[in-house]
């Protein structure tokens, strides 16, 4: 793909005359025009009456709404009803939301991501999960990896659009003289090797013992058995750590913990764990829920939560080990964490 290629001529080129490709291209570009208004009304803020302030409502999930999350749903919606799909699934809808049952397609979103970051000016996004629609299955049922496209956006100095159809990950970012999305990266591949972690520090006494295993091992450093000085980074927006993670590579942990609620985290598996899984395993990554496989999961419920744990693959890995054989700890760490010698 040639630098500066549009994202609507990557779709049209993707989708051939193929009759289901054409549905998915359909529903990237009604997206992407969604997302495009969605941009500059944030960047206007206040000036456009923005104020990130709760609407005195709750989503399915219990998350308090603001008035960005309602506006960017709003908007979202708008732009998806101008094109066949089954079902929608929004995060800040509590039912689907129903189309044609013999449409190709339907689409989970989270309309805007990072929400607790809008009245502090800080980058927040929207993802979007593309999947095939199968007559006699309920919409949503499927795992993961049956997702025919995923992506996200990226309101940040720049508004990017990450997006996979299968075939690798293309970053597209959008130019505001022709307010067209151009492509400025193509087949992105996560580094492999680096040092940095994204995690919620302050939930530390309610995560299950691998997770405090790999931070302590992040945190002992160069002197520890990772052997080398860790960074630690949290945003608050999915969105912006995923953008990071395809850029400089690490880990980002949203794990399951002790609080109420959170036993499968926080995260929603179909309009965020899944999307963001199908990209970074295109990107070269691993998505896991610390156990097994984020694509290998299928939704019960449209809200459902799950764990997520993404990013380079040797760091997933490792969480993963650490998951599945809890002795591993000691065995590399026998002067740190919880049974070594030294606490950290
Ligand atoms: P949303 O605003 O769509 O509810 O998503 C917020 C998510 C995710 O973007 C972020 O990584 C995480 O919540 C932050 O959770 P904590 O506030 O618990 O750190
Ligand atoms: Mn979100
Ligand atoms: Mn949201």
């Not at 450093?221 to 990772?226: E, H, I, K, L, Y």
């Given at each position: 793909m040639q630098q500066g290629l549009t994202l609507s001529r990557h779709t049209s080129e993707y989708a051939g005359t193929d009759k289901l490709r054409l549905a998915v291209a359909a529903a990237i570009d009604a997206i992407a025009g969604a997302s495009i208004e969605i941009s500059e009304l944030i960047g206007r803020g206040p000036l456009a009456g923005i104020t990130g302030e709760a609407q005195g409502s709750s989503n399915a999930d219990g998350d308090v709404q603001k008035d960005l999350d309602v506006r960017c749903d709003e908007m979202i919606i708008a732009g998806l009803k101008k094109i066949p799909f089954a079902a929608l699934a929004s995060?800040?809808?509590?039912?689907l939301v129903l189309g044609d049952p013999d449409a190709p397609i339907s689409v989970a979103f989270d309309p805007l991501d990072g929400s607790s970051n809008i009245d502090t000016n800080m980058t927040v996004g929207t993802i979007f999960s593309i999947v095939p629609n199968k007559p006699g299955e309920p919409p949503f049922s499927a795992p993961g990896h049956c997702q025919l496209a995923a992506g996200f956006v990226v309101y940040g100095p720049q508004t990017s659009l990450v997006l996979s159809v299968g075939n690798g990950v293309d970053i597209f970012t959008l130019d505001?003289?022709?307010?067209t999305y151009k492509c400025i990266r193509e087949q992105v591949q996560i580094p492999e090797h680096t040092a940095e972690f994204a995690i919620n520090a302050s939930n530390h006494r309610h995560w299950e013992q691998p997770v405090r295993d790999f931070v302590e091992e992040c945190l002992a450093?160069?002197?520890?058995?990772?052997s080398k000085d860790f960074n630690m980074r949290w945003i608050g927006s999915l969105v912006a750590e995923a953008y990071r993670i395809l850029t400089r590579g690490g880990v980002f942990l949203y794990p399951g913990d002790s609080r109420p609620g959170y036993g499968d985290g926080r995260l929603r598996l179909l309009y965020e764990c899944h999307p963001m899984a199908y990209i970074i395993e295109q990107a070269g990554g691993g998505a896991s829920t610390g156990r097994e496989r984020v694509l290998d999961l299928a939704a019960k419920s449209i809200h459902q939560r799950a764990p997520l744990i993404m990013g380079s693959v040797d760091k997933v890995q490792r969480i993963e080990v650490l998951h599945n054989d809890p002795a591993a700890a000691n065995i590399t760490a026998p002067l740190f964490g919880h049974r070594g010698l030294f606490r950290v």
């Open positions: 995060e800040e809808s509590e039912t505001r003289r022709d307010r450093g160069a002197d520890g058995p990772r």
